[in-house]
């Protein structure tokens, strides 16, 4: 009989941002939040196949000390799943904690086992599902323990596992980090790779993805929410994992609607005139007018002469800008490499240009040998400079890389 788990992370309930309140004063991107929440749980009771247990896979929480709203408004969704007969496993993420080891994290106050509702705010924690299947929990800080805590598995079992941290894709040699990411925690490739586990269900990236591709059946759900653009683009919702009595898993993506994010075409003002870029915002703002939800939008410019710059008409433009939630005017004057107006040979880089590619490399390398644990930090260096040396050869890469 297949074992039907609703599988999510990273809903960050309390995150805000400098927007307005909407009518009962909570911050709109905090009820962003909760909607978001409401209907993965609401999606989660009426789906068609019976769903036996949640996992979250933590930053449940935003904020290490959430507000008693938030508090009160999970407990709420929790208890909806458990008054449905749905159990529910959720562990501490790096958001849910503090640095301050002798105090709980956030999602301790979730905890309500006589309900059903099971929240690991220690370091690993086994649970049996049902006869036969287990899910071996480990919460983010039990992944900084010098010595992995030994997991109590049995080849009789199915064993699922869960934490919340940074994986190495071996796939790619990419690391799945996220942006925000106080005390973030690399999950040992050993880990990813373990076939004593039937499924690994990861939180932390915001992302939906398959680490190492479908056939190592790990995934990260993604987050519940985006972040403005600090998150990248992408469906949001849950995965439904169904697990078979053979052990073999099936992921079934399901989403859920979220506010619309524009991130317009960067503008190239280096031949334009100020009334040439009031044109251009114009055309690109009247695309993000076809939703009835407030949006958030980003628009870029760069190569402005400070000139130009005084000289857009900021009534207007903020009169454009007056349906979206947030409006992000960014100006930069760093050279681009334009491979348009240098098609005989896009390779030839400024002094200027490749001065400002090395300083970006510097500033890269040094933030991740400071924060990366020392078995991958080889692996990073070598990836970093082999990045080097395709931008000062005149490569155009992507921005992920």
Known sequence: MTFNIAHFADPHIGYKAKVKSNESGTNIRVADGYEALREIVEQIITSDVKIDAVVIAGDLFHYSHP???????????MRELAKHGIKVYILAGNHDATDISSELAANAAIDDPDRGIFSLFGTYQKYELED????????HHGL????????????????IFTTHGAALDPKNQELMRCADSPREQIIPIDLVMDDIFSAKLLGHYHSRYAVGGESLNTWYSGSTLRRGFSDGA?????LLVQVEVDGSVKFTPKNIKQRPQYDLKTIDAADLSAGDI?????????????TDQAPIIRQKIINTPRAIREGLD???????????LQWQLEFSNILQLNTEKNHDDPKQLSFAKKVNIVEQYSSWIKDYEKEIASEYKDIVVADAEAYLKRALDGEV????N
Do not use: C
């Not at 507000?67 to 969704?77: A, C, G, L, M, P």
């Open 67 to 77: 507000t008693i709203k938030d508090i009160s408004t999970v407990q709420y969704y």
């Open 132 to 139: 036969g299947l287990l899910l071996h929990a480990m919460a």
């Open 144 to 159: 900084s323990l010098e010595e992995t805590p030994t997991f109590e598995t049995s080849s009789k079992d199915i064993n």
């Open 234 to 238: 992408g469906e949001r919702g849950w």
């Open 278 to 290: 009031m044109d251009l915002i114009e055309q690109h703002l009247e695309g993000t007018r076809e």
């Open 314 to 324: 900021r009534s207007r433009i903020n009169e454009l800008s007056q349906h979206a």
């Open 397 to 400: 890469l992507d921005d992920h």
